[in-house]
T-cell receptor, first 113, second 111 residues
Framework: DGGITQSPKYLFRKEGQNVTLSCEQNLNHDAMYWYRQDPGQGLRLIYYSQIVNDFQKGDIAEGYSVSREKKESFPLTVTSAQKNPTAFYLCASWVTGSNQPQHFGDGTRLSIL | DQQVKQNSPSLSVQEGRISILNCDYT??????FLWYKKYPAEGPTFLISISSIKDKNEDGRFTVFLNKSAKHLSLHIVPSQPGDSAVYFCAASGPGNQFYFGTGTSLTVIP
């Protein structure tokens, strides 16, 4: 079955530590996205990528970094510069320009120790 | 600036009755609108969508209505079932390759 796999489901970060969230898709979608969900704030876009080796900042990119070395993979690094990283992180993929919905993974819950 | 707004954080409905969830948007360039359903600690799952060339799309118990002049869309669930209890997000996209999400409405269907 095609889908999006996010790992780990729960992640804990110490102060000053960088952590990386994994997102893999086998839907053959060209575009991939990272969102952050906080209570009462909906989904906010962190970064997105439409093709390999290219990505664009979303609304809240500060303190985050991404890479897109393979079509299937779009890892998100939460750096120590992100002062409020506790949130639920969602990865999505999409066929660019299509009238199809984005597909989402099951998310990663990041908490600070 | 929030381009997609859901002004009702929560909604409670009796089982068997109609649930109506509302969503407003500000960008007239949006041409594709979606509703997602989300359970806690899970990713959103796609429910139903509508293109701007239509004003209604129906899929079983779910119907989405689009009023372009008012920049408003709504999701009707008839009849509502306890399993429909979840958070519902509306989303919109336009010529760019981004999707814009509302803040969600938590629906509770009371048995």
């Amino acid at each position: 079955d095609g889908g999006i796999t996010q790992s780990p489901k729960y992640l804990f970060r110490k102060e000053g530590q960088n952590v990386t969230l994994s997102c893999e898709q086998n839907l053959n979608h060209d575009a991939m996205y990272w969102y952050r969900q906080d209570p009462g704030q909906g989904l906010r876009l962190i970064y997105y990528s439409q093709i390999v080796n290219d990505f664009q900042k979303g609304d809240i990119a500060e303190g985050y970094s991404v890479s897109r070395e393979k079509k299937e993979s779009f890892p998100l690094t939460v750096t120590s510069a992100q002062k409020n990283p506790t949130a639920f992180y969602l990865c999505a993929s999409w066929v660019t320009g299509s009238n199809q919905p984005q597909h989402f993974g099951d998310g990663t819950r990041l908490s600070i120790l | 600036d929030q381009q997609v707004k859901q002004n009702s954080p929560s909604l409670s409905v009796q089982e068997g009755r109609i649930s109506i969830l509302n969503c407003d948007y500000t960008n007239s360039m949006f041409d594709y609108f979606l509703w997602y359903k989300k359970y806690p600690a899970e990713g959103p799952t796609f429910l139903i969508s509508i293109s701007s060339i239509k004003d209604k799309n129906e899929d079983g118990r779910f119907t989405v209505f689009l009023n372009k002049s008012a920049k408003h869309l709504s999701l009707h669930i008839v009849p509502s079932q306890p399993g429909d209890s979840a958070v519902y997000f509306c989303a919109a996209s336009g010529p760019g390759n981004q999707f814009y999400f509302g803040t969600g409405t938590s629906l509770t269907v009371i048995p």
